[in-house]
T-cell receptor, first 112, second 113 residues
Framework: SQQGEEDPQALSIQEGENATMNCSYKTSINNLQWYRQNSGRGLVHLILIRSNEREKHSGRLRVTLDTSKKSSSLLITASRAADTASYFCAAGDSGGYQKVTFGTGTKLQVIP | GAGVSQSPSNKVTEKGKDVELRCDPISGHTALYWYRQSLGQGLEFLIYFQGNSAPDKSGLPSDRFSAERTGGSVSTLTIQRTQQEDSAVYLC???????????FGPGTRLTVT
């Protein structure tokens, strides 16, 4: 099963609204990363939060991490039509293999 | 600078044939990852290289799949006796070191007919 699982699977909002996506993971992590994939294009790294951090900001992005609940959330504020994409969380295992495992993604649609 | 490149961008092959997919990571990146993404699905981890060695091969779906990396740079993913269920986009990513952000290539779309 996937290490990271996003919730919801799909989200549709109006331009200007905030979008929140959640990610749960199963094992101990070194870090958690969020990526965006636009339709038909490659994945782009958005933000990385380390296991000893609780919150991180980057522009209109805010990521939180709760290691006790093994969960993370990604908030996109003041959404734009260009934010329409699939968003994936990726959990970096703290084990010896140092593997980063991606979740199944949240499809976000921002309606102009 | 140059990003991660993959070739070919598209590959159509007949069932039973072997295919080789190539990944050129960003220069100096020690970690290299292969993933598979089926239509509308998430990323399925296949294999990870640290330098030329692969500490984790657990994601390879079957013994028809193999991968190697030479000179700490280029990697090839080989699929022998392809099956229709192998059809997917194969993505390669590299990172400066494990755990750092990964930079993805554009992928190779494999179609097995």
């Amino acid at each position: 099963s996937q290490q990271g699982e996003e919730d919801p699977q799909a989200l549709s909002i109006q331009e200007g609204e905030n979008a929140t996506m959640n990610c749960s993971y199963k094992t101990s992590i070194n870090n958690l990363q969020w990526y965006r994939q636009n339709s038909g294009r490659g994945l782009v790294h958005l933000i990385l939060i380390r296991s000893n951090e609780r919150e991180k900001h980057s522009g209109r992005l805010r990521v939180t991490l709760d290691t006790s609940k093994k969960s993370s959330s990604l908030l996109i504020t003041a959404s734009r039509a260009a934010d329409t994409a699939s968003y994936f969380c990726a959990a970096g295992d703290s084990g010896g293999y140092q593997k980063v495992t991606f979740g199944t993604g949240t499809k976000l649609q921002v309606i102009p | 600078g140059a990003g991660v490149s993959q070739s070919p961008s598209n590959k159509v092959t007949e069932k039973g044939k072997d295919v080789e997919l190539r990944c050129d990571p960003i220069s100096g990146h020690t970690a290299l990852y292969w993933y598979r993404q089926s239509l509308g699905q998430g990323l399925e981890f296949l294999i990870y290289f640290q330098g030329n060695s692969a500490p984790d091969k657990s994601g390879l779906p079957s013994d028809r799949f193999s991968a190697e990396r030479t000179g700490g740079s280029v990697s090839t993913l080989t699929i022998q006796r392809t099956q229709q269920e192998d059809s997917a986009v194969y993505l390669c990513a590299s990172s400066q070191t494990p755990y750092y952000e990964q930079y993805f290539g554009p992928g190779t779309r494999l179609t097995v007919t």
